[in-house]
């Protein structure tokens, strides 16, 4: 029963509704429509949504309504333009939303109506003052044409600096000058039209010489405007140098150089009486400045404050070694050539049959200059010396070593051998010359064997004369033969020997460690100072005969 009650007062409630226009004996109530729209102007072809908000504070039971537009102007997307929808308890408000597509230009109008009741001890009826929403629909040529052209400034500035000429709108460049060492500026403005949009405002960095800023405005309509400031920041004193007859600009920011590993702390030096970034190796004793050449390049040289004179800076590192290359001829070579050790051009020394590099270098951790020898195939670098003759030492393997050694013992041998013959020489003329002096006739046989200065076949008729008879001529001769034949038996005897003992001792050398070497060069220094003072008794020999020679020439003389 209780449902067939209410369906029967729902069906009396909408029968009221049908009827209202013409029951004018029902009490009426008011409510009200809202509208609004997402765009009040749309272009042809763009969409616009419309939302209709149904509002009665006490409630209400049923709601008949139905929308109007001009169908010409617009085109239904979404939405039920008409509806009598119930509900099932009081309800105080209701949303319906529209959309449409703008068909051509004009203005279009939207309408929304409805009326509605409540539920009570009596019906009541809820009116609703229909409500309208336009939407202005334009082309997109009016709508091009209906934007602000408007592209101008209404102020421009740098802040702390003055433009040049002073601002103005139609103005688009301006020049302001910068104090030294200024890095950055602040540009500030305004837009003449609100719809307008800028770009170029606000902080820009700078260095010395020119720098151009552009600050561009957009109107609405899309046209732009640029304005241009040329900001000028003034170099501190230009330093030139020249370096191999290069001209070069000092450079005067720190910021611009950067110190070429950590073993150089940033300092300052001074060139022509003014201050200039630099940095230095305490260790090295190394000062490094930064030069500009005409391209804009900057490389660091080493700057020698004393002589005033600069050096381009050469560093390469090796693992952990960090070197700098000195510009330094290297002694004992025999050629140079141009080589590149980590993209830096380096002079490197050259020796015959060795496939390294030679060149001095200072290492940055000690402070020591060293000669280094670099190996362009593994990119390595060792610490090489000179020996007592100011030679390259050549660091070699075991193998090498030895045929050195071999060569050296054998050289060695050959010299000793060579020694020992002209020392056997020696004693063999040495005992000669004693027998020839124990004949009773000793200065015929000086004579005979050329121990005196005048050998007897150049001697002068006089000396001939000085001979007492054929007797004593045929005495001497006689002497000669007998001394001849017995210095012969012992100088074969004594070759012999000396001969064998030879040999021994060039088996021994053959065997010989580095050590002994040096006992045999030793032994080999010895045997020259032996063979000196032997050479030297031999003058002494000749002197005395020639001396016993005059004597008794003058003491026959004496006795005719």
Not at 36 to 62: C, D, E, P, R
Not at 218 to 246: F, M, W
Request: charged share 25%; with cysteine.
């Amino acid at each position: 029963m209780g449902k067939s009650k209410k369906f029967l007062a729902l069906f009396v409630a909408f029968i009221s509704i049908i009827l209202l226009p013409i029951n004018n004996k029902v009490d009426a109530a008011s409510g009200t429509i809202s509208i609004s729209a997402n765009k009040s102007q749309i272009v042809v072809g763009n969409s616009v949504t419309f939302t209709v908000k149904v509002n009665y504070a006490a409630g209400m039971v049923a709601l008949q309504y139905n929308v109007d537009y001009d169908s010409s102007m617009l085109s239904l997307v979404s939405g039920s333009t008409s509806g009598a929808p119930t509900f099932n308890s009081s309800t105080s408000s209701q949303t319906y939303t529209y959309t449409f597509k703008a068909k051509k230009s004009g203005n279009a109008k939207f309408t929304f109506n409805a009326v509605g009741s409540t539920w009570g001890e009596k019906d009541e009826e809820i009116s609703f003052p229909s409500q309208s929403k336009s939407v202005n629909i334009i082309t997109q040529q009016q709508l091009e044409n209906s934007y602000s052209k408007n592209n101008n400034l209404s102020s421009l500035g740098v802040d702390g600096a003055s433009l040049s000429p002073n601002f103005s709108s139609s103005v688009t460049s301006y020049t302001v000058n910068l104090p030294p060492n200024t890095e950055s500026i602040n540009v500030t403005g305004k837009k003449a039209d609100a719809t307008a949009s800028v770009s170029g405002l606000g902080n820009h960095a700078v260095e010395d010489g020119s720098n151009t800023i552009k600050i561009v405005v957009t109107a609405q309509n899309g046209s732009t405007k640029t304005y241009t400031i040329t900001a000028v920041v003034e170099e501190l004193s230009p330093i030139v140098v020249t370096v191999d007859d290069v001209e070069y600009n000092v450079v005067r920011k720190a910021k611009l150089l950067e110190a070429p590993s950590s073993d150089f702390q940033p300092t300052v030096t001074t060139i022509d009486e003014q201050e200039v970034p630099a940095f230095t190796n305490e260790t090295a004793k190394i000062t490094l400045v930064g030069l500009k050449d005409g391209e804009g390049n900057i490389k660091l040289y080493i700057f020698d404050e004393t002589t005033n004179t600069y050096k381009k800076y050469l560093q390469n590192t090796f693992a952990s070694l960090t070197i700098y290359i000195v510009d330094k001829e290297v002694n004992g070579t025999d050629g140079k050539k141009e080589i590149s050790i980590n993209d830096n051009p380096v002079t490197g020394y050259t020796i015959k049959d060795d496939d390294y590099y030679y060149f001095y270098g200072v290492n940055l951790e000690n402070g020591h200059e060293n000669l280094y020898r670099y190996d362009s195939d593994e990119k390595t670098i060792q610490k090489c010396s000179f020996d007592e003759e100011e030679e390259v030492i050549i660091p070699t393997n075991d193998d090498d070593i030895k045929i050195y050694q071999y060569i050296i013992i054998g050289l060695l041998g050959f010299i000793l051998l060579t020694y020992i013959i002209i020392f056997i020489n020696l004693i063999i003329k040495g005992k000669r010359s004693k027998k020839i002096r124990m004949d009773k006739n000793t200065d015929d046989n000086m004579i005979a064997e050329g121990i005196v200065e005048e050998p007897i076949d150049q001697a002068t008729d006089n000396e001939i004369d000085d001979l007492d008879t054929e007797e004593n001529v045929k005495d001497v001769n006689e002497n000669i033969e007998k001394a001849e034949e017995q210095d012969t038996k012992i100088s074969d005897q004594e070759k012999d020997k000396l001969i064998k003992e030879t040999e021994e001792e060039l088996n021994r050398i053959n065997n010989s460690t580095p050590s002994e070497t040096n006992d045999i060069i030793d032994s080999i220094n010895e045997l020259f100072a032996s063979s000196e003072e032997i050479k030297k008794k031999q003058k002494e020999v000749k002197k005395k005969a020639k001396k016993e020679a005059k004597d008794k020439k003058k003491k026959k003389n004496e006795t005719e």
